[in-house]
């Protein structure tokens, strides 16, 4: 991020041409299943880049009032999809939410919900998708990735309880395998997170609320030098409905130094987290239907976790008359100690069957880009050539255990690996009403394991060429067109393409699995502001996988899935009446679907088919404001012949509050207004509780959504 003059920080987001959708972008441990009844397991770069100025369509990426990143050069790209879109950090905060990553729930069609406890990642839904926690959903903060290759609970696994929403300046969205930036775990979508480097006004912010609800944050930045410094910290502890409290204990803090301009200048940030806690996980409904655990029980009090995260990252930008340079670099350190008990007492009768998932790993990379401009022949053009690469260097383990005690490891790797990308893409403007992008994308992935089990040692290597293509029609009638297609790809867990025997008895053989995938899609769509304040969107997509592959967690494994295909459509509305009123409305509809042809049915175990939000916020400056918020999320199958369902959902947050000339601002959350009896997330699969049949019971297993909640927030503006 690089310091902005304060008069670029006023841009209107309908103003064409100024603020583009500019990307930051870079299995759950699923329990033993039925046949195939087990649900479907787990599923980044700056797009910093330079155009000619455009004095076109005012259609925008925002409904609402927002600085420029720097990402945004005074004349960046405009969008090229109609599906891509941006939002300011104010409009992020203005709605309620209950933990950190539901501020991604700002992204259209985007369902982000948990089934355990307040330190684990969240579980991502998109585009038809049970991305568990995060495949295929690249999200990045500031430049650094937040996925995890090869992680000890699922790959990709994107925890973002680091978060601290108040610092959010944008949140750059761009759906599907079509942007030449964007790499591994990016098909469905590529969610980029950037940071204010300057605050108007220091903050300090407390809240209270329901079930033990603590939460502190104080911010604020100041000139050092010919620079800025930002510093930011927040604390929160939670327990949560739940019989067994979560007893959350997080610390959060943010350093920061800034100097320069959007298109000349650097920033240095340090970031530190850390978080213990308990965890509820999904329970089997049998035990609640039977009276043995309420609603809010656990079968193992034990489950739980701690997690810390620590990142030193680094932007540079520079512009010349050869164009501008981006550079971004970053180290990261991250470990993970999870405990969970999905099947109780259906593999180890007497200790149960609870496991202990370890992920310790330092991550290192850069991201370098150079755009400029010229012309082909009489037309203009801008061509963007780029480099990402990344290293991990991981401990990975999966134990047995009972109350977090050790029995035995199931195995411990050691693994090395990295991955570089390198494209280029080229926009051309043919005429007023004719642009069009081509760009191509080459990844390499090689890594090597180091197991405990030596037949499953071994090194890996692969690459994928990816071309992609979009095309702009427009402006007519304040309306514009689009069109795009492209390949992508998503890697699999390594140990999956080494593995020979299953390492729970080291005897049985098993298959290697590509460690890349294949994605193909392609999208169609149409931006319009049919009247002045509403900006309206439709996309119709289709993205294809040639498999799911991944690896099971919490066996150790790596389970083959069938090839698929999502067909859908999203409908985004962003109408601003008044200037203080604002009303989003978001729908989508995917059908999802194996593609291959067997007995067992070819629905995708928790895919949506419906997923909806509508909101409504009023406030000026100072006086009232307010938001209310509905989010749906629809029925979805849990097995493949879609004999068992799970339930829909349609929860409501409200928000009303005051703010004073002083800069005091009081306000009251009610999340889940009307205390909806619903669940949070459902799977069905096998489980044993004491007393019942050896080999298990087939049932559904729930989170449930927690009950209606306030929380009061007193802050300051100094």
């Not at 991944?550 to 601003?576: H, I």
């Not at 949070?680 to 019971?697: A, C, D, H, K, N």
């Amino acid at each position: 991020m690089i310091a902005i003059p304060a008069e670029a920080q006023q841009v209107s987001a309908r103003q064409v041409g100024q603020l583009p959708p500019v990307t930051v972008t870079g299995p759950t441990a699923g329990p033993k299943r039925v046949a195939r009844q087990k649900p479907l397991p787990n599923r980044e770069m700056r797009n910093r880049s330079v155009a000619r100025p455009t004095q076109e369509l005012s259609i925008g990426e925002s409904g609402g009032v927002m600085p420029a990143s720097s990402s945004d050069g005074p004349n960046a790209l405009r969008p090229t999809a109609a599906s891509a879109i941006r939002f300011a950090g104010a409009e992020v905060n203005a709605v309620p939410f209950t933990r950190p990553g539901e501020a991604l729930e700002i992204v259209p069609g985007l369902i982000v919900t948990q089934h355990s406890g307040e330190g684990k990642a969240n579980q991502y839904f998109l585009r038809g998708f049970n991305l568990d926690h995060g495949t295929d959903l690249a999200i990045t903060v500031d430049g650094m990735p937040v996925n995890m290759p090869t992680h000890g609970h699922g790959q990709g696994y994107a925890d973002i309880n680091f978060l601290i929403p108040e610092l959010i300046q944008s949140v750059n969205v761009r759906k599907g395998p079509y942007f030449a930036d964007v790499g591994d775990f990016g098909s469905a979508g590529a969610v980029g997170i950037d940071y204010v480097n300057k605050l108007p006004r220091n903050i300090a912010e407390v809240s209270l609320g329901s079930f033990g609800y603590r939460r502190a944050v104080t911010a604020g930045s100041a000139t050092v030098g010919d620079g800025t410094l930002l510093s930011a910290i927040e604390g929160t502890k939670y327990n949560g409905p739940w019989d067994v409290p979560d007893d959350v204990r997080k610390i959060n803090g943010l350093l920061r130094y800034s100097q320069g301009t959007v298109t000349d200048g650097f920033t240095l940030s340090g970031m530190a987290y850390a978080n213990a806690w308990n965890s509820t996980d999904q329970v089997a409904q049998r035990a609640i239907d039977q009276g043995l655990i309420n609603r809010w029980g656990t079968i193992d009090p034990t489950d739980g976790g701690v997690s810390s995260r620590f990142s030193l990252s680094a932007n540079f930008a520079h512009s010349s008359a050869y164009g501008q340079t981006n550079v971004s670099a970053y180290a990261i350190r991250s470990d993970l100690q999870l405990y969970n008990n999905f099947t109780y007492f259906l593999d180890n009768p007497v200790n149960g069957d609870q496991f202990n998932q370890l992920d310790r790993r330092s991550v290192g990379g850069f991201d370098a880009r150079h755009a400029f401009d010229w012309r082909f022949g009489s037309l203009e053009t801008q061509t963007r050539v780029g480099v990402q690469t990344r290293y991990d260097d991981i401990q990975v383990g999966l134990f047995k255990t009972e109350q977090r005690n050790w029995l035995s490891t199931v195995r411990e790797d050691r693994v090395q690996e990295g991955n570089v990308g390198i494209w280029t893409d080229s926009t051309t403007r043919w005429t007023d009403w004719l642009r069009t992008t081509v760009g191509i994308r080459e990844d390499l992935f090689a890594g090597r394991v180091l197991s405990d089990t030596p037949e499953n040692s071994g090194n890996a290597q692969a690459s994928m060429v990816s071309p992609k293509a979009g095309i702009v029609l427009g402006p007519w009638f304040k309306t514009e067109l689009y069109g795009n297609a492209g390949y992508g790809l998503h890697s699999n867990d390594i140990r999956g393409a080494t593995i020979t025997v299953d390492p729970n008895d080291k005897v049985t053989p098993l298959d290697r699995v590509p460690l890349l995938v294949r994605s193909r899609g392609a999208e169609v769509g149409v931006r319009t502001r049919p009247i002045n304040g509403l900006t309206s969107s439709v996309a119709l997509f289709v993205l294809d996988f040639d498999s799911e592959l991944l690896f099971v967690g919490d066996a150790g494994t790596t389970e083959p899935s069938r090839p698929s295909r999502r067909v859908g459509v999203e409908w985004v509305n962003q109408y601003k009446p008044l200037p203080w009123l604002s009303v989003d409305l978001d729908l989508a509809y995917t059908r999802a679907r194996f593609t291959n042809i067997d007995p067992v049915g070819d629905r995708i175990p928790g895919a949506p088919a419906w997923v909806g939000s509508a909101a409504i916020t009023f406030g000026n400056e100072t006086g009232w404001f307010g938001a209310l918020k509905a989010r749906y999320f629809g029925p979805r199958p849990l097995v493949e012949d879609d004999s068992v369902r799970s339930l829909s959902s349609l929860i409501f947050n409200a928000r009303a509050g005051y703010r004073f000339d002083n800069g005091l601002r009081v306000q009251l959350d009610v999340l889940n207004l009307f205390n909806a009896h619903t669940n949070q997330i459902e799977y069905y699969y096998v489980s044993r509780l004491p007393g019942e049949p050896i080999e298990g019971v087939a049932d559904r297993h729930v989170h449930p959504a927690e009950p209606l909640a306030v929380r009061l927030t007193v802050a300051a503006r100094l």
